[in-house]
Nanobody, 123 residues
Framework: QVQLVESGGGLVQAGGSLRLSCAAS????????MAWYRQAPGKQRERVAV???????NYADSVKGRFTISRDDAKNTVYLQMNSLKPEDTAVYYC?????????????????WGQGTQVTVSS
């Protein structure tokens, strides 16, 4: 069974920092992209940052210069370093990963989501 487990959320004051982690486990053959999304109350889920297997990185305009995504492929883990946090960054943050999975003699591609971790930034 493939799982994405997130950690690192919490309550922080504006201007502070948090580091989110997301570890993938299971019968994983390879991980293509790994990304972070967030969803604030009453709003649609939006992609915050993505890191591809080829080294490409992309950020939402709202977090450029403040957030940094990185991945450790040896650990099947993606991180999101969040600095200079603002109250509008308050949301549930979700990890997403597109992976190639082994099941018996079969392999298949699928995208998976973590359970989400709450980030709250107070003013």
């Amino acid at each position: 069974q493939v799982q994405l487990v997130e950690s690192g959320g919490g309550l922080v004051q504006a201007g502070g920092s948090l580091r989110l982690s997301c570890a993938a486990s299971g019968s994983i053959l390879s991980i293509n992209h790994m990304a972070w999304y967030r969803q604030a109350p009453g709003k649609q889920r939006e992609r915050v940052a993505v890191a591809t297997s080829g080294g490409g990185i992309n950020y939402a305009d709202s977090v450029k210069g403040r957030f940094t995504i990185s991945r450790d492929d040896a650990k099947n883990t993606v991180y999101l370093q969040m600095n200079s946090l603002k109250p509008e960054d308050t949301a549930v943050y979700y990890c997403n990963a597109a992976m190639t999975i082994s099941r018996g003699t079969y392999t298949y591609n699928n995208a998976y989501w973590g359970q989400g971790t709450q980030v709250t930034v107070s003013s």
